[in-house]
Each structure stands twice: as structure tokens, then as C-alpha cells.
């Protein structure tokens, strides 16, 4: 047991100094113009914001977004691919400039990322099978109604407070996962956002979208808190592709339809 | 003492203790329950793969090479997303069932295979000792080589059930709470990664201490009988 605690210690000292080391940088955007380089954190969490389409090729509104970044800096793109539990570290040890996700800001996790003025607003809605008796969303708001939900996400918390009466499953895995337990019977309904759910419309075509959205999330870039100047580097850029109407071209084709099925 | 709050921040960890708490519970209490079904059915099966009887070590062995050559998660998927309604239970499992089934039938696998060494390892002397005084089949096993060889093994088994403790994360992606989840909380209410996972192997170490203990305790016993 002794040696257990010992080794533990040295373990912990190591990681410590190696976190005190990477702490210490410049502006990261003179060291991307430097290097030629835009290194990206993003997750694999499904169509349509980041996925490996039918061609084998990784894309999706969040990556084209950084595509279009990458090209307007000038600069070569290198996209890291992370589980959604690796995303924070990749970005903390400087692995990755900043991660492009469909992340939402709250107050806690601002104290430990520097967020993005949001790029897109996204709606949260229920989806359930066909059979089942909702129309709207508050109808699978109560007792012995069960609400599949990804593990841990800000989806948790919003049901707990929108439908406590309800049943919530949590499933590690993914949006898909969740799909796959409503499919199955395992959920009588199941929550994401609107893009998500549109998704699971096609694959399932016993499913529904039930009318009404409980709550619409603001989604970001995130990047480290002392990147001043590559966060107000991003937060110009989503002006300017917003005025220049591209982000909305963007949004359009990934987000608010099935455009992008034809061609990936 | 900077440094320490910069790299590990208990003071957010004391907020989620309760939920912490809860995953260890949780945690705990699928093991032991899976840890039981896995050496019952790991005993088991590792009698009937050393019958002479094909009836019996056939489908020990098909059972044996099926767990091992398939992935554990695709294991509690099948039990949990296939299993149609039981006809004894009137319903289908639900996930904690589903999963302690799933995790308890993998180690299980696992296990038979090393309590069937640990029986084999016991001389044939023995067997026939036991014989010559008009013991019973069941009675040679209960009391003469099943507490040697269990002993004999022990420490092999203690492997193995800190694998089931660590494997019984998996259960998560059929939405059971247990100690990863609590982990996993803390990453993304705060976006904490260590308070969030090293919280957990500590967590997992303290289980692994208190069953070390246990094992060595049991070991000790088991000798001492069957001396």
C-alpha cells in the first residue's frame, strides 16, 4: 500500500510540472501564422456538425466553418479528432489552438474556457416514435414517461428542470446511442438539438419531432482564458462571415434541413 | 499550495461528493453482484468443461470461447437492446439487470477458466484420498478441492475482479450511474478533467485497497482449512 501511495505521488508531481510548464505562451496566433499551421480540436459526435461522410471525408457545419477560417488566415487546417472527454485536456495542454464543437457556454465552464460570441443558436426538442400518443413536448413531461439523453450533457440538466416528473436516461455514447435506445423501446422519447434530431428522422423513419422547443442553446468555439487575441480574432470572423451572409449560407444547408444528405 | 488548487481544485470536488458518493455506490454494488453471478457461474462451468460427458463441456467451452472472442460492449448490448421480454419475469431486464447480467456472464468466462487451473492443479492423491473414504462426488468438490484450488488461485481471481470493477464503467452506455458518470459530471458541468477523473481512480483505487485486503483475509482462511 505504501508503494501504491508513492508511486501515486510521483505520478501526480510529474503531471503538475508538466502542467506548469505548457502554461507559459504568447500569442498563439503569431505561432499559427508561424508554424502554417491552424490545429483544431473536434469530435466525431455525429452528422451535422462534425462527421466522417459517405466519401470518407470528415466534415459538417462546424468543420466547414473551420475550413473557411483556415483558408481566410492562410494557413494549412489540422483537425484533431477527440472523444468529447479528451476535447478540454487537447485544448488545455496546447495540443489543439482552440476546439470547434457545438459547445454551450454556462458560467461555470467560462471560468475554466475562454467562449466565443455564439456562432449559431440552436433548438432543443423531443423526439419519440411515431406510436406514441405527444404531440407537443410537455406531453412527455410526466410520471412513467421515460426521456433517453446524452450522459453528463447540459440536456440532463435542462430536463431535470423542465420535466421533473419525468424519467431520465442517460446513455454514454452519444446522440446516436440515445437514438438507438428510443428505437428499441428502451426510451419512450429522446432530447437533442434540431439538427440532431432532423438526423435521426431519415434513419428512423418511425420517429417524430414533437411540436415545440423546451430551450435554445447558444453554440461556441472555445479556446483557452488567456488567448486574448485569438478570441477576439474568432469572435471578429463570425461577424464577418455573418455579415457577408456565408455563415448563414452555412447554417442553412447543414442545420436547418436535410439539404446535405444528398451529398454526403 | 497554489500549484495543487491550479491542478486539482478539491474545493469544486467537495461540491459533487454526494454525487461521487452515489457512483461509488453504485459502482460497488454492481461489482459484488457480478462479482457473485461471475464466480457461481465461473465454478460451474469450469466443473462441466472438465467432464468426460460431451453434453456438458461442449457447451461450457462454446460459452467460454464466445465471452472471450467478443467485446464486452457489444455483451451488454445484446442483453440489453435484443433480449426480448423473459417469460419468467414477465418483462424485459432493465438496465441495471441487464448489465449486472452482462458483466457477471463475461467474468464469469474469465473466471472458469482459472478456477478449472486451479482444480486441475490439485493432485489426483487428493482426489482418490477422498474417494477411499466414501465421499461423494459433490462432497470431493465442497470439501477437498474446490476451497484448495479457489485458494490456490486466489490472487488470479483478485485480477481478474479488478478488471470487472474497471469493465463495469461500460454499463454507462446503457444509462446506469455509476462512478465514471460521476467523473464525467464534474468534466462537463465545469470542464474540470482532473478533478473530474482522477477523483475516480482514487475512487477505484480505494475499492481496489478494501478487496485486496479481502482477498488476502479469504486467502488466509481457505488455507487454513484445507491445510
Request: hydrophobic share 45%.
Amino acid at each position: 500500500m505504501r508503494k501504491i501511495t508513492k508511486l501515486l505521488g510521483l505520478g501526480l508531481c510529474a503531471l503538475g510540472m508538466s502542467a506548469v510548464a505548457q502554461s507559459a505562451s504568447a500569442d498563439v496566433l503569431k505561432d499559427i501564422v508561424k508554424r502554417g499551421e491552424l490545429r483544431v480540436a473536434v469530435q466525431t459526435q455525429g452528422p451535422p456538425v462534425s462527421f466522417v461522410d459517405k466519401n470518407g471525408e470528415r466534415t459538417g457545419f462546424a468543420i466547414e466553418v473551420v475550413k473557411m477560417m483556415a483558408k481566410d488566415m492562410g494557413v494549412e487546417l489540422k483537425l484533431l479528432d477527440y472523444d468529447w472527454k479528451g476535447l478540454i485536456p487537447a485544448v488545455n495542454s496546447g495540443k489543439a489552438d482552440f476546439l470547434a464543437a457545438d459547445m454551450t457556454p454556462n458560467a461555470k465552464r467560462t471560468l475554466v474556457l475562454s467562449f466565443t460570441e455564439p456562432y449559431l443558436y440552436s433548438d432543443v426538442v423531443l423526439y419519440s416514435k411515431k406510436s406514441q400518443s405527444f404531440v407537443k413536448w410537455q406531453d412527455a413531461c410526466k410520471g412513467g414517461v421515460s426521456i433517453g439523453a446524452v450522459q453528463g450533457s447540459s440536456n440532463v440538466g435542462l430536463l431535470k428542470k423542465k420535466c421533473p416528473d419525468s424519467t431520465i436516461k442517460e446513455f454514454a455514447g452519444g446522440g446516436a446511442a440515445v437514438a438507438q435506445a428510443v428505437a428499441a423501446d428502451r426510451a419512450d422519447a429522446g432530447i437533442n438539438d434540431i439538427a440532431s434530431a432532423a438526423g435521426y428522422m431519415i434513419e428512423y423513419p418511425e420517429f417524430k419531432v414533437l411540436d415545440g422547443a423546451p430551450k435554445r442553446w447558444p453554440l461556441s468555439f472555445a479556446t483557452r482564458p488567456d488567448e486574448n487575441h485569438l478570441l477576439r480574432w474568432m469572435d471578429n470572423y463570425f461577424m464577418l462571415i455573418r455579415n457577408d451572409g456565408r455563415l448563414e449560407t452555412l447554417a442553412d444547408y447543414w442545420m436547418r434541413g436535410p439539404t446535405w444528405k444528398k451529398d454526403h | 499550495m497554489d500549484w495543487i488548487l491550479d491542478f486539482y481544485n478539491f474545493r469544486v470536488v467537495a461540491q459533487y461528493i454526494p454525487d461521487f458518493a452515489r457512483g461509488l455506490g453504485s459502482t460497488a454494488w454492481i461489482s459484488l453482484l457480478a462479482l457473485v453471478i461471475s464466480l457461481s457461474v465461473g465454478t460451474v462451468v469450469a466443473i462441466m468443461r472438465m467432464s468426460a460427458n460431451q453434453l456438458l463441456w461442449r457447451p461450457a467451452a462454446a460459452y467460454v470461447q464466445a465471452i472471450r472472442s467478443t467485446p464486452l460492449l457489444i455483451q451488454i448490448y445484446v442483453i440489453y437492446f435484443t433480449l426480448p421480454a423473459l417469460p419468467l419475469l414477465g418483462r424485459r431486464l432493465d438496465e441495471l439487470e441487464g448489465g449486472i447480467i452482462a458483466l457477471g456472464l463475461n467474468a464469469g468466462a474469465y473466471m472458469s477458466e482459472i478456477i478449472r487451473a486451479g482444480i486441475e492443479s490439485i493432485s489426483r492423491g487428493q482426489v482418490e484420498g477422498a474417494q477411499s473414504v466414501g465421499m461423494t462426488y459433490l462432497q470431493r468438490m465442497r470439501y477437498v478441492v474446490l476451497p484448495q484450488a479457489i485458494a490456490r488461485v486466489a490472487p488470479t481471481l483478485l485480477g481478474q475482479t479488478a478488471v470487472l470493477i474497471k469493465d463495469s464503467s461500460l454499463v454507462s452506455f446503457i444509462g446506469v450511474f455509476e462512478l465514471f458518470g460521476a467523473g464525467l459530471l464534474v468534466y462537463n458541468e465545469r470542464l474540470m478533467p482532473n478533478e473530474g477523473y482522477l477523483t475516480v481512480a482514487a475512487c477505484y483505487l480505494a475499492i481496489y485497497a478494501v478487496m485486496l485486503s479481502l482477498t488476502g483475509y479469504a486467502q488466509r482462511r481457505l488455507g487454513g482449512t484445507a491445510g
